[in-house]
């Protein structure tokens, strides 16, 4: 995975406190979708979800907000980002649901879980094989027709329209209220840290990794989101 600012304790706070909204548009309204789509699937008194990408907190906190009977099992592998989302968490509520795991998917207890999300997290690895180990990895960890929730930012860099669309996002995050600082450093991460690839390369991804009846439910700007079944 590409080193990046989450690993910084000051960033981490900032994230947490702020949160994504101002860089993802409708984040608020994807997270409530999410919800629905994983309600489908699973019961609403008893369901257990691994959430890929936990740091921060705010998809487990909405989740178990909405769903006061889901267990989660987090797994981020920043400890900066860890403790935020412990206190998020434990804002909204739900610590008692939850397990953390410092590291990747692979640490991930391998049992089959009833659904799964991968939110705003498969950008920060390289496509050279990691990213679809940790959607083979998702898959192994998932029971039979169980549905993963999974929402990335799909700029192909090497398109000749990246910088268009990076200038879009870092629009879009400006008018949204995030400090110029920010924006900038963010921007220079889509090029220089982020491994971001295209809305196709992540179907796919997914296909590859066996994942089927994948189905686009979300799309902001540059932003997209599937579900799709193990």
Not at 67 to 74: E, L, M, V
Request: charged share 25%; net charge negative; with cysteine.
């Amino acid at each position: 995975m590409s080193a990046c600012d989450y690993a910084d304790e000051k960033f981490a706070a900032r994230y947490a406190a702020d949160g994504p909204a101002q860089f993802v548009p409708g984040y608020h309204f994807m997270h409530q979708m999410a919800v629905q789509l994983i309600a489908e699937s699973v019961s609403d008194e008893a369901a257990e979800l691994l959430v890929l990408g936990a740091g921060g907190g705010l998809e487990i906190a909405r989740f178990g907000s909405a769903k006061p009977h889901w267990q989660f099992t987090g797994v981020d592998p920043s400890p900066e980002m860890l403790n935020q989302a412990r206190g998020t968490v434990r804002e909204a509520g739900v610590e008692g649901r939850v397990t953390w795991v410092q590291g990747y998917v692979a640490d991930a207890p391998m049992r089959p879980f009833d659904a799964a999300t991968c939110l705003l997290t498969l950008h920060f690895m390289e496509d050279n094989g990691e990213k679809l180990d940790a959607l083979v990895n998702i898959k192994a960890r998932l029971k039979k027709g169980a549905p993963l929730i999974l929402v990335d930012l799909c700029l192909d860099q090497s398109a000749d329209d990246f910088d268009l669309h990076r200038d879009r996002y870092a629009r879009f995050a400006l008018d949204s209220g995030a400090a110029e600082e920010l924006v900038e450093q963010t921007r220079g991460r889509l090029k220089d840290v982020l491994a971001t690839v295209s809305a196709e390369r992540n179907v796919a991804l997914l296909r590859e990794s066996g994942f089927s009846g994948i189905e686009l439910f979300y799309a902001g700007l540059s932003w997209r989101g599937w579900i799709a079944f193990a």
